[in-house]
Every structure is written in structure tokens, then in C-alpha cells.
């Protein structure tokens, strides 16, 4: 059974730091891309950054300059390092597993994911 699990969501003040991680296990991790996304209240899911397997990254607009993304092959890990947090970061974020993006051909984010964690809120406060 493959399943993320993301951890390092909280609280914090706008203009703050998190750093997430989701540990994904029974899963030829290192091959596959790897995907944040968030979902707020009342409001769609939305992609937030994407990692393929050779390490190239793609971002939101609205998060470009401030996150960033990473993986840690060896730990089976995706990170996401939030930095200068706005009360608009605020939401349930989450991370997908497992995208045949060359295959798909369309944007990473409205790909077919196929694993997905429980998910980890954040909550910026101004």
C-alpha cells in the first residue's frame, strides 16, 4: 500500500517560514514525480509545485519566488519550503505522488495523480 504522509504544517505569522515533508513509502519513489498542492476553503485544489525525477521543478505563480521544492531520494522525502507566508498560503496542503506527466502531455497539475496524503494544514495568520 503506497501512501504519502505529509508533516510540518502549523501556525504562523504572515511573513513566516514552514517546511513540509511527505515520506512516501512502498513506492519506487526516486522515479516519479512528486507534486504539492492546496486546497482552502470554498475554493478549488489548486497545484503548488511540482518535481519530476530528474529534479526539474515547476512552480504556481502565486508561490514562485517564495517556496520551493526538493526531494531527498535516498529518504524517500518531498519537501516544500515556505518562506514570506501571506494570509492567502493559508489552506490544507498536500502531497501527490506518481504522474506519467510526458505521457500526459497536459499541465502537471490537472494530471491523474495517483497516490495522495491525508493532508497537512497551514494556517497564516496576518
Known sequence: QVQPVESGGGSVQTGGS???SCAVSGYTYSRS???WFRQAP???RE???VIDSAGS???AASVKGRFTISRDNAK???LLQMDSLKPEDTAMYYCA???DLALWGG?????PWRYWGQGTQVTVSS
Not at 499541465?107 to 494530471?111: E, G, L, N, R, V
Open 18 to 20: 514552514l517546511r513540509l
Open 33 to 35: 514525480s512528486m507534486a
Open 42 to 44: 470554498g475554493k478549488e
Open 47 to 49: 497545484g503548488v509545485a
Open 57 to 59: 521543478t515547476d512552480y
Open 76 to 78: 524517500n522525502t518531498l
Open 97 to 99: 505522488a506518481d504522474a
Open 107 to 111: 499541465t502537471w497539475y490537472d494530471a
